[in-house]
């Protein structure tokens, strides 16, 4: 593999692993809002939009992969959409713990990717 084809992997997964990291900011200003870093909420939507405008080439080449993350984000963004709403923030609020649970485990396989990939 050539150096810029192994910088490419490299970025991607840095790219995938700050996507999971402000999902996972996301879900706890639901869940816990004390706990969550104070970032403000149109800051946080406007970093998930730059990761997607970045990750939008590179997951082109893999509908697979296209295709998970952007479950993964239409579930957090039904979920930031319900915590609104009195009626449903108390099933947005466990379906955030719940979620959760799948980034970290998820931001944790993309983390250990990124150290792989810088030792090539």
């Given at each position: 593999?050539?150096?810029?084809?192994?910088?490419?992997?490299?970025?991607?997964?840095?790219?995938?692993?700050?996507?999971?990291?402000?999902?996972?900011?996301?879900?706890?200003?639901?869940?816990?809002?004390?706990?969550?870093?104070?970032?403000?909420?149109?800051?946080?939507?406007?970093?998930?939009?730059?990761i997607r405008a970045a990750l939008a080439p590179i997951l082109e080449k893999n509908q697979v992969v296209k295709k998970n993350l952007e479950k993964i984000d239409r579930e957090v963004a039904r979920i930031r959409e319900a915590a609104q709403d009195d009626a449903t923030r108390e099933r947005a609020v466990r379906d955030a713990q719940q979620v959760a649970i799948e980034v970290a485990d998820r931001a944790v396989t993309v983390s250990d990717l990124v150290g792989l990939f810088r030792r090539l």
């Open positions: 593999m050539t150096d810029d084809g192994k910088t490419a992997m490299l970025n991607a997964a840095i790219e995938i692993g700050k996507f999971y990291a402000f999902l996972a900011q996301a879900l706890r200003t639901v869940f816990d809002p004390k706990l969550a870093a104070q970032l403000p909420e149109a800051l946080l939507d406007s970093q998930l939009d730059q």
